[in-house]
């Protein structure tokens, strides 16, 4: 293993040490007591047992309690009391138990949590096959044994594991660039370039392969490092790959948009690292081989790729986690076992969604349900237990946030969901009838397209996101800036029915832009802010406006105004 010391990191980063939680100050004591009660239970039982009267009292136990054909494949009694496996089981259960105590495992590089599952797997070590080994070989062992769960052992593993976190993190870069496919001259052999392929994604068996995800996870974490978030668990990009999987061939925005990503059917998984990102992975490799990272690698870019759009905030992983884990609810009768009378669902939606089992984050699940609220979720709730319910299938709008890791923040794309209230309030002045086209702009997830007769309303959106969502629902759908497909669109509608972002004046920019669209003796409904009453906006329109409605979206304190301005 290449070393890498904490000085070298720190030129990189400055202080290594704070990307990495301490270690709590005592956590073997209470390992090394039950370690030796079980020890001393084994080897007591392992005495009396091979002892000649219990051995022949047990083989009868044995004989006695298999089946008839069984008795012929009883394990012999020596066999089974060999005291050596025994403890090794013994030593790969608590030497689990010492790595599950403390985060160093979550931080270990993908190769390093292969070598301790493979010595957690093989207690007693695995010798190399007679065609690996020779005496010029430099070790007979393919696996090494597990060492011996003593207490200054176990105190010196796990000291050197934690104080090696911020030596993991340089080993996580150079695995992934191990891990880059050599059969593909996309990929550069001096440094992380623009593209980089990873090849045999999925197994024989037609499954993700955990130990190809685990390097693309160490991928993962250390641009999560960089940009100052928590980690992704191993194993939270199985999911991620999974709807690449479903989606073969398309380009994805992956944590905010500092990766992009797509796989082939094939299993290969073709990946851009943002500019920036790449830079600070090469200056790791470059700290691992001073001499072999070409200095142009080693340079920091000049300006952003355009091509890599990058989001707000990006969700925790544990959020995201929770969303991928989501399962549908039964919405038909449901029959608990061959006995019983089938039992009535709890809804009817086949639309409705529940968290899966375990323990949760009740954080990370409050902010999941906001999420879920944000593209259509409704909240149900009986005698606790939590559903949610969607007049759609959410699960492209799922698979979205999944990927990309956001949701559209609400500052930089102004959404805020029109209340119920103020909604059927616009749609009872937007005098809709059956013969008009309508046009919602900057429709977010159909706050009041909703309310439109969807074989006439045309929606314009800017958001990926809720563009899935308005698509799921059933509407047509244009993926643009309102303000720019405006000025090159020749279509005209009858009603446009609008609440446009209120920042920076944009509403009087959206609104304009809204007129130039009705057809004659149309009509345009709009949410305005309060302070727009009474104004001549529209110099040609006629003008009506409600009352101030106080307060009118949640977590704001915006008042605001209905207009109703008709072309005569």
């Given at each position: 293993?290449?070393?890498l010391?904490?000085?070298?990191?720190?030129?990189?980063?400055?202080?290594?040490?704070?990307?990495?939680?301490?270690?709590?100050?005592?956590?073997?004591?209470?390992?090394?007591?039950?370690?030796?009660?079980?020890?001393?239970?084994?080897?007591?039982?392992?005495?009396?047992?091979?002892?000649?009267?219990?051995?022949?009292?047990?083989?009868?136990?044995?004989?006695?309690?298999?089946?008839?054909?069984?008795?012929?494949?009883?394990?012999?009694?020596?066999?089974?009391?060999?005291?050596?496996?025994?403890?090794?089981?013994?030593?790969?259960?608590?030497?689990?138990?010492?790595?599950?105590?403390?985060?160093?495992?979550?931080?270990?590089?993908?190769?390093?949590?292969?070598?301790?599952?493979?010595?957690?797997?093989?207690?007693?070590?695995?010798?190399?096959?007679?065609?690996?080994?020779?005496?010029?070989?430099?070790?007979?062992?393919?696996?090494?044994?597990?060492?011996?769960f003593?207490?200054?052992?176990?105190?010196?593993?796990?000291?050197?594991?934690?104080?090696?976190?911020?030596?993991?993190?340089?080993?996580?870069?150079?695995?992934?660039?191990?891990?880059?496919?050599?059969?593909?001259?996309?990929?550069?052999?001096?440094?992380?370039?623009?593209?980089?392929?990873?090849?045999?994604?999925?197994?024989?068996?037609?499954?993700?392969?955990?130990?190809?995800?685990?390097?693309?996870n160490?991928?993962?974490?250390?641009?999560?490092?960089?940009?100052?978030?928590e980690?992704?668990?191993?194993?939270?990009?199985?999911?991620?790959?999974?709807?690449?999987?479903?989606r073969?061939?398309?380009?994805?925005?992956?944590?905010?948009?500092?990766?992009?990503?797509?796989?082939?059917?094939?299993?290969?998984?073709?990946?851009?690292?943002?500019?920036?990102?790449?830079?600070?992975?090469?200056?790791?490799?470059?700290?691992?081989?001073?001499?072999?990272?070409?200095?142009?690698?080693?340079?920091?870019?000049?300006?952003?790729?355009k091509?890599?759009k990058?989001?707000?905030?990006?969700?925790?992983?544990?959020?995201?986690?929770?969303?991928?884990?989501?399962?549908?609810?039964?919405?038909t009768?449901?029959?608990?076992?061959?006995?019983?009378?089938?039992?009535?669902?709890?809804?009817?939606?086949?639309?409705?969604?529940?968290?899966?089992y375990?323990?949760?984050?009740?954080?990370?699940?409050?902010?999941?349900?906001q999420?879920?609220?944000?593209?259509?979720?409704?909240?149900?709730?009986?005698?606790?237990?939590?559903?949610?319910?969607?007049?759609?299938?959410?699960?492209d709008?799922?698979?979205?946030?999944?990927?990309?890791?956001?949701?559209?923040?609400?500052?930089?794309?102004?959404?805020?969901?029109?209340?119920?209230?103020?909604?059927?309030?616009?749609?009872?002045?937007?005098?809709?009838?059956?013969?008009?086209?309508?046009?919602?702009?900057?429709?977010?997830?159909?706050?009041?397209?909703?309310?439109?007769?969807?074989?006439?309303?045309?929606?314009?959106?800017l958001?990926?996101?809720?563009?899935?969502?308005?698509?799921?629902?059933?509407?047509?759908?244009?993926?643009?800036?309102?303000?720019?497909?405006?000025?090159?669109?020749?279509?005209?509608?009858?009603?446009?029915?609008?609440?446009?972002?209120?920042?920076?004046?944009?509403w009087?920019?959206?609104?304009?832009?809204?007129?130039?669209?009705?057809?004659?003796?149309?009509?345009?409904?709009?949410?305005?802010p309060?302070?727009?009453?009474?104004?001549?906006?529209?110099?040609?329109?006629?003008?009506?406006?409600?009352?101030?409605?106080?307060?009118?979206?949640?977590?704001?304190?915006?008042?605001?105004?209905?207009?109703?301005?008709?072309?005569p």
């Amino acid at each position: 293993m290449t070393d890498l010391s904490h000085a070298k990191l720190g030129d990189l980063v400055e202080d290594a040490s704070v990307f990495f939680a301490p270690a709590a100050s005592d956590l073997v004591d209470g390992l090394i007591g039950g370690y030796l009660s079980e020890r001393n239970r084994i080897e007591h039982l392992h005495e009396m047992i091979t002892g000649d009267g219990f051995k022949v009292a047990l083989s009868h136990f044995m004989q006695g309690n298999t089946s008839d054909q069984g008795r012929y494949y009883t394990m012999d009694i020596d066999r089974l009391m060999q005291l050596e496996p025994a403890i090794a089981s013994l030593n790969a259960s608590y030497w689990g138990k010492a790595l599950s105590l403390t985060d160093v495992y979550e931080c270990m590089p993908q190769k390093r949590r292969n070598e301790w599952q493979e010595q957690i797997r093989n207690p007693m070590g695995k010798k190399a096959s007679s065609r690996r080994f020779s005496s010029e070989t430099e070790c007979e062992w393919e696996v090494h044994p597990l060492p011996e769960f003593e207490e200054s052992t176990v105190r010196t593993t796990l000291n050197d594991l934690l104080n090696a976190r911020s030596k993991f993190f340089a080993e996580r870069v150079d695995g992934m660039f191990r891990a880059l496919s050599g059969e593909h001259v996309t990929n550069s052999p001096a440094a992380f370039g623009k593209r980089m392929i990873v090849a045999n994604m999925i197994t024989s068996y037609d499954t993700i392969d955990s130990d190809r995800a685990g390097y693309l996870n160490d991928l993962r974490c250390v641009i999560a490092k960089f940009m100052g978030r928590e980690e992704p668990q191993h194993g939270d990009t199985s999911p991620l790959l999974e709807v690449f999987r479903r989606r073969t061939g398309e380009w994805y925005e992956v944590d905010g948009g500092t990766l992009r990503m797509k796989m082939y059917k094939k299993g290969t998984c073709h990946i851009e690292v943002h500019p920036e990102m790449a830079w600070r992975l090469n200056a790791v490799l470059a700290s691992l081989y001073p001499a072999a990272i070409p200095a142009s690698f080693r340079t920091k870019p000049k300006a952003t790729n355009k091509q890599h759009k990058v989001f707000g905030r990006p969700l925790p992983f544990s959020v995201i986690s929770m969303l991928a884990g989501m399962r549908s609810e039964p919405n038909t009768p449901i029959r608990r076992d061959r006995w019983s009378e089938p039992q009535p669902p709890i809804t009817q939606n086949p639309h409705a969604l529940r968290f899966d089992y375990g323990v949760r984050n009740k954080a990370a699940q409050e902010e999941a349900e906001q999420v879920l609220a944000m593209i259509g979720g409704v909240r149900r709730n009986k005698n606790a237990y939590v559903w949610f319910e969607f007049e759609f299938s959410p699960r492209d709008a799922l698979d979205e946030i999944i990927v990309s890791g956001c949701v559209p923040d609400q500052k930089s794309h102004q959404f805020y969901p029109t209340p119920e209230s103020v909604a059927t309030k616009v749609i009872e002045l937007a005098d809709i009838d059956e013969s008009h086209t309508c046009l919602e702009p900057s429709a977010g997830v159909g706050g009041l397209a909703d309310y439109l007769p969807k074989d006439r309303t045309r929606c314009i959106e800017l958001s990926d996101l809720h563009c899935k969502v308005l698509e799921a629902k059933g509407f047509d759908v244009t993926q643009a800036d309102f303000l720019t497909w405006a000025c090159s669109t020749t279509d005209r509608f009858d009603r446009v029915v609008m609440n446009p972002p209120f920042s920076d004046g944009r509403w009087s920019a959206h609104l304009h832009a809204a007129a130039g669209l009705v057809s004659q003796d149309g009509q345009i409904t709009a949410v305005l802010p309060a302070g727009a009453k009474n104004k001549d906006l529209l110099p040609g329109f006629e003008l009506t406006w409600s009352r101030v409605i106080e307060n009118a979206f949640s977590g704001t304190t915006a008042s605001v105004v209905i207009l109703t301005a008709r072309r005569p």
